[in-house]
C-alpha cells in the first residue's frame, strides 16, 4: 500500500471591509466547515507562535488565518469548497509539500480559484514523483 504524506496548507483571507473582530468571527466560522471537507485530516487557526514575521495578530492567533493538513491526492475538494464557500472574496493560499517545497498562491474569484487549484495539482503530482 502506497503511503502519501500530507500537506499543510494555510489559507488567509483579506476581505475589504470588515474589522478585524469580523475577519476574524468569519475564519472562526469557516473552521468547523473546513475540517469536513473530504481529504482535511486537520484544520486549526495559525497561532501567534507559529505567524509569519510581521502579521497582524487578534486574540493570540493570526488574523483571519487558519491551516490545514490536507491528504494531497483530495486537495481538489478543498479548492472546490473554498470556491463554493469563499467565491469571490480575496485570499492567499501557501501550500507545503513534505519534501520541504512551497506554493504560493492568491485569489479574488472562483476563476482565480480554479486556476490555483490547477497550479496546486501540478505542484503536488511532482511531490509524488
Known amino acids: 500500500m502506497e503511503t502519501t504524506s500530507n500537506v499543510q496548507v494555510t489559507i488567509s ?4 471591509g470588515l474589522d478585524q473582530e469580523e475577519l476574524q468571527k468569519q475564519v472562526q466560522n469557516l473552521l468547523p466547515q473546513i475540517k469536513d ?4 485530516e486537520d484544520a486549526d ?3 501567534v507562535t507559529e505567524a509569519p514575521q510581521g502579521s497582524k495578530a487578534f486574540g493570540g492567533f493570526e488574523l483571519g488565518t487558519l491551516k490545514a493538513v490536507v491528504n494531497p491526492a483530495l486537495i481538489k475538494p ?3 469548497f473554498l470556491g463554493r464557500v469563499l467565491g469571490n472574496k480575496s485570499m492567499k493560499v501557501e501550500i507545503k509539500a513534505p519534501d520541504g517545497r512551497e506554493l504560493k498562491l492568491e485569489a479574488s474569484s472562483r476563476e482565480d480559484l480554479e486556476f490555483a487549484q490547477k497550479l496546486a495539482e501540478d505542484f503536488l503530482k511532482k511531490t509524488n514523483t
Open 13 to 16: 483571507l483579506s476581505e475589504l
Open 37 to 40: 471537507v473530504d481529504g482535511v
Open 45 to 47: 487557526l495559525v497561532a
Open 78 to 80: 478543498l479548492f472546490g
